[in-house]
């Protein structure tokens, strides 16, 4: 990137000036071609889709169920005692008011099925989705210049090559998308186009279910006007409590504080984080490492090692490698795995989940000596070791805790 000027990044140019650049930025696509994935301060175009009301749109189809009675997939209510939650439900169900995460026996009160009520229960077919899952995502890999798997029905494309900066291909591409969608698994999909994922992510939300919405870069700070914080991907519940208690609901109202004013009221981070994303200026990249399900890595042995101290400093070093890859993908991860393999290929993994994703070495190194340390057969004979950290989470989410915490 050297000799390439971004005249936006200067943090003296005004908001008007930086609005005409990126329209400049905009005819000059592919200056940087090979290093788009750096060059990402320009508008690059970004589809974000995500299906509707996923899971039980699958279990419709499969059972062929009628799309007027409300289903709700999630723990067995037992009769409004179940103590599980609901994972999702269809838009009949929406209309009492039920949603995902929410209680299932609360569920169950505002909806009960027959004979107390009209709804549906099911518990849910984990292969059912995975499967129409990938169908769908193969669907959108094949339209993307880089893609990223974002969650079992949720995918962004950065298809600015593709488009060739073009915000009226970029639409015809959603509505072709959203056609193949329904063509290939029968089922509808919302779509949002905008200059950043953020943004992009937010767009696919205005016309759910089966719709598509597109934010310009020069209608960023229109779309922000007047929403509400809450909507915000990034900003949690405890943070977007604290705002309203200051005065602050709505994006605009926050964003006219100016970045000094907000840094000493909410932190120079959030503050940074808030006035470039209401900019439409996120530094957050469609990144296809961040579709990995886990960073791993193991050793083996030359020979099959008795040490156990040996083997545990090994896995230590692992722990490490395995950290610095997430530091440097952007990602945490909430599960930490030990895989130990023993003289004559016999192979046990055990896991531990911590409750919040975190990238911190010292935590994993200490969960992985607890792990090794109880599962290890003593006196045995070891052949290899590995460590994995997996569910991992990508930097909205992970900006979330992060902010929530400071
Ligand atoms: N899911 C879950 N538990 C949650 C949230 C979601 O198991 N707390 C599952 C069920 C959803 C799927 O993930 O079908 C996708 O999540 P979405 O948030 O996209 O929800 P839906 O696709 O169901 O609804 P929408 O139409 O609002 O996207
Ligand atoms: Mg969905």
């Not at 026996?105 to 549906?120: I, L, N, Q, Y």
């Not at 059912?128 to 494309?157: C, P, Q, T």
Request: proline share 5%.
């Amino acid at each position: 990137m050297d000799g390439v000027i971004y005249p936006y990044e200067d943090p003296l140019v005004e908001l008007n000036d930086r609005i005409k650049f990126k329209h400049l930025w905009r005819r000059w696509p592919s200056v940087v071609d090979e290093e788009r994935v750096e060059a990402t301060d320009g508008p690059r175009v970004i589809i974000h889709c995500d299906l509707d009301a996923f899971f039980a749109a699958v279990e419709t189809l499969h059972h062929g169920l009628d799309e007027s009675v409300p289903l709700i997939i999630g723990s067995d209510p037992k009769q409004g005692r179940g103590r599980g939650i609901v994972s999702t439900c269809n838009y009949a169900a929406r209309v009492y008011g039920i949603r995902s995460a929410m209680p299932v026996s609360e569920a169950w009160r505002r909806c009960p099925a027959t004979p107390f009520g009209p709804a549906m229960y099911i518990r849910g077919t984990r292969g059912l989705y995975s499967r129409a899952s990938r169908k769908v995502m193969d669907v959108l890999r094949g339209a993307a210049d880089l893609f990223e798997k974002a969650s079992i029905d949720e995918a962004y494309l950065d298809v600015t090559e593709h488009v060739n900066g073009d915000w009226d291909a970029a639409l015809a591409l959603a509505i072709n998308l959203q056609q193949k969608i329904k063509e290939v698994v029968n089922l509808t999909a919302s779509f949002g186009i905008a200059p950043t994922r953020l943004v992009a992510k937010m767009a696919s939300e205005v016309n759910k279910p089966n719709g598509i919405f597109r934010v310009m870069p020069d209608e960023v700070q229109a779309f922000f006007e007047g929403r509400s914080l809450r909507d915000l991907p990034g900003i949690g519940p405890k943070r977007a409590t604290q705002l309203a208690e200051w005065g602050y609901t709505t994006a605009d109202e926050l964003y006219a504080l100016g970045e000094l004013s907000l840094a000493r009221l909410a932190g120079e981070r959030f503050a940074a984080w808030f006035m470039r994303v209401v900019d439409g200026e996120s530094s957050d990249v469609v990144s296809p490492l961040r579709s990995r399900k886990s960073i791993g890595k193991e050793h083996t042995f030359e020979r099959d090692q008795e040490d156990h101290e040996e083997v545990l400093a090994r896995l230590l070093q692992l722990v490490s490698l395995v950290m610095e890859r997430a530091v440097s993908l952007g990602v945490s991860g909430r599960l930490g795995e030990v895989k130990i393999r023993y003289t004559g290929f016999e192979t046990h993994t055990s896991g531990r989940s911590i409750p919040v994703a975190m990238d911190d070495e010292t935590v994993f190194r200490r969960l992985a000596s607890g792990l090794f340390a109880t599962n290890i057969r003593p006196e045995a004979s070891i052949r290899l070791i590995g460590f994995r950290l997996g569910q991992l989470e990508i930097p909205e989410s992970r900006q979330t805790t992060l902010f929530e915490e400071e």
